[in-house]
């Protein structure tokens, strides 16, 4: 068992926290922000994410999670302290390392004996040099700063965690390494490895990992994008792609861009960190200029299907997350979209399962939210589908056809088999795939 501290509670804190104390170590989580560390006292978790509530539950009441604002209360009995800390991107593209040095300078202030600081949240690569000096500023106790970061899937973040194929620990110090190994033995008993490295190669290392499988999903995008103008199937291509075992599966699935807290955010840190070397990463330029035109490759198409004119037609809208099993909205495609057809004059009426609220937060009542998915059909003159939800991968295409003034399917995540669609009457525009229904 080890006593552990988790600095932030955000999505990488909670999960980490909350993973840890269900293999029985003893988990300190702490956060600023007193209202929200009173709702998880009370149960009341501030994410979405499949398993952690009972996970979170059940370990709150068992005691080997708590949670206080108070941060040398938290840290005091640890032994290992992870930083799993916001670092937005600033207006350059680089990583803000405010939070995680301020926390650090703090800590450098208050511990009393040897501890082992994690850096958990994705950083640039140097950061654990500069994480060791803001705590040298003020401390002459021993310590090590290792860096550890996450590869979490939002929607999978705690099968993620439990049973990882790999974790990486940067760190120079022989003694932090024996902790650190003892601590994420529990989670590689089937033979996944831990592996051992420098902090600056862990540190590069989830950047390159991110910002490669972004690049991925560009590639597919772009392949989509031009078998629409030769009369290619993406589909096809994809399977005969995949099948190379050199290539994979994974990551094939064209559609209207990625989103989320991390490719976006970590692709630009690193083209910002080249930046700082003098060098050019361009092969990630690219992924960033074509991404963001991806994001609304639908709107001129939809524009086009009503000869020039969106203003007063009504758009469902099935998904609001950039992914499914989140509720996270960050750069989610499904706002770009929105906001280009807000701007060409149409209503939204849009559905969710988990997502929702945080597009309240954000858009207000300028668009309408609906109960269910089948709620936004009535009387829309087309439907966009923005997220891949299970949900909405079988409907009811007769009722879709009564609800709706006009059968229309712009589909951004190419959901539906075309012949299947193209049965029922329904114009279908997905990505890299042929147009029915003409």
Avoid at 53 to 76: H, P, S, V, W
Avoid at 142 to 166: C, I, Q, T, W, Y
Wanted: charged share 25%; aromatic share 8%.
């Amino acid at each position: 068992m080890k006593k552990i501290a988790v600095v932030g509670t955000g999505y990488v804190g909670l999960v980490t926290g909350t993973c840890f104390a269900e293999t029985g170590n003893q988990v300190t989580c702490i956060d600023i922000d007193a209202q929200k560390v009173e709702r998880m006292l009370n149960g009341e978790i501030p994410i979405y994410e499949p398993q952690l509530d009972t996970l979170f539950e059940r370990n709150l009441k068992a005691g080997r999670l708590k949670i206080t604002t108070d941060l040398k209360e938290g840290i005091q009995d640890a032994e290992i302290v992870f930083l799993a800390l916001p670092t937005p991107p600033g207006e350059d593209g680089s990583a803000d390392l405010s939070y995680i040095l301020g926390v650090a300078e703090h800590i450098g202030k208050i511990i009393e004996d040897y501890k082992v600081i994690v850096d958990k949240s994705t950083v640039p690569v140097g950061t654990a040099e500069k994480v060791r000096a803001a705590i040298l500023k003020s401390s002459k106790v021993d310590f090590d700063v290792v860096s550890n970061p996450e590869f979490l899937r939002e929607g999978f973040a705690v099968e993620d965690f439990m049973k990882p194929e790999r974790v990486v620990v940067g760190t120079s110090s022989e003694k932090a390494k024996k902790i650190m190994g003892e601590l994420y033995q529990p989670f590689v008993r089937q033979g996944n490895p831990i592996i051992f490295m420098d902090e600056k190669s862990a540190e590069l290392t989830k950047y390159a990992a991110n910002s490669f499988l972004a690049m991925k999903i560009t590639f597919m995008n772009e392949v989509a994008n031009f078998c629409e103008l030769v009369g290619a199937d993406v589909d096809m291509v994809r399977i005969g792609m995949g099948s190379d075992s050199r290539i994979g599966k994974r990551f094939l699935f064209p559609g209207i861009g990625y989103g989320g807290s991390c490719f976006p955010k970590d692709v630009q840190a690193l083209v910002k960190s080249g930046k700082d070397e003098n060098f050019n990463f361009q092969i990630l330029e690219s992924v960033m200029q074509i991404n963001e035109t991806q994001k609304t490759v639908l709107l001129p198409k939809m524009k086009n299907y009503f000869k020039g004119n969106l203003s007063g037609k009504k758009i469902a809208v099935w998904g609001l997350a950039f992914k499914p099993n989140t509720d996270d909205i960050r750069e989610a495609p499904a706002l770009y979209m929105i906001d280009g057809l807000l701007k060409e004059g149409a209503q939204i009426a849009a559905y969710d399962p988990e997502a929702m609220e945080n597009v309240k937060k954000q858009l207000g009542d300028t668009i309408t939210y609906c109960e269910n998915e089948y709620e936004t059909l009535q009387n829309a003159d087309a439907l966009l589908i923005c997220t891949e939800w299970g949900i909405f991968r079988n409907p009811d295409f007769n009722r879709l056809k009564e609800l709706m003034n006009n059968h229309a399917i712009f589909d951004g995540r190419n959901l539906f088999d075309t012949e299947t669609v193209a049965k029922q009457g329904i114009y279908y525009q997905s990505i890299g795939r042929e147009i029915v229904g003409k």
